[in-house]
């Protein structure tokens, strides 16, 4: 098992903004944890001071309970917010020459990459150089590059963002097998429903703060809030006041914020009176959701969550 990575009170101003304010976070091995958080959270500042490329005013990174060296953070992997690949190297020779830049012999770099293309679905782009891949793929192949030493700690800044749902399933299975290996593994996003069901633990930033932080499991079922989905839609006036009201209505039905305390069964049955159900489920909140109440922000932050 690898060692946990931990950052402690750590604080960024740039100019009059304050990025970061007394941010806590602990990425244990064995984990998918997710740093969570809308645009301009403080997600790719606080990635950059675990990597040692921005030094902050207050706090620390610690790898092993000792604080992180260069060394240390030379073995990690990263894949930046910014893509960058030699554009003009074929994709297998680029993966196999980061291999070597990391101390692995040419024969074990090769293999590396030829099982990581693999697995992310590139087996047969091999050959192609960077520039000829579309986005997705050299997104794909970014990854790959932060990997291609099997880093005890990887760190990806959005690295879903863009991708067509074909290539995240192959994204996270590459990095949930990273975690079962018992390595450390951090990743940003913006996009909460996107992620929702790849996070064991989260670390949710609002405006350079932690709102929530957790096992996101545990955080939902802590939540005094549920939800009654239904597959019709739900008007307003249907459901009396103080049961619930309407929180989202969507191509598939309705979904009723319920009242505290009131009775799933008697709100489904108002709603049956109504128009005929045939599929329902009384569920804990979603991430969006947590993320909304504990923000005690309006829609419009959702909005801009799920840009
Ligand atoms: N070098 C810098 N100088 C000045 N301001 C900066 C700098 N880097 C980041 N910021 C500001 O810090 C805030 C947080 O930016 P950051 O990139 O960390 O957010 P983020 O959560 O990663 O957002 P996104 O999801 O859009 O990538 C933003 O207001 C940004 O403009």
Known sequence: MAEAL??????????????LDGVDLEVTPGRVVGLLGPNGAGKTTLMRILFGVVAPDAGTVAWGGRPASEDDRRSWGYMPQERGLYREMRVHDLLTWIARLHGLDRSTGAARSTDLLDRLGLGDRGGDKVQ?????????????????????????????????PVAVRFLSEVVTDHVRAGRVLLFSSHQLELVEDLCESITLLHRGRVVLQGDLRRLKAESPDRYLRVDVDVADGWLAEGTGEVAAR??????????????????????????????FAVEAPSLAELFLDAAGEDADVLAEAEA
Do not use: K
Not at 269 to 275: P, S, T
């Open 132 to 164: 000829d891949l579309s986005g997705g793929m050299a997104q794909r192949v970014q990854l790959a590059a932060a990997m291609v030493h099997q880093p005890e700690v990887l760190v990806l800044d959005e690295p879903f963002a863009g991708l067509d």
């Open 250 to 279: 969507d191509a598939s039905g309705s979904r009723i914020r319920l009242a505290p305390g009131v009775d799933a069964a008697g709100v489904l049955d108002v709603v049956r009176r109504q128009a005929p159900v045939t599929d």
């Open 6 to 19: 931990s950052a402690r009170g750590i604080s960024q101003r740039f100019g009059d903004r304050t990025v």
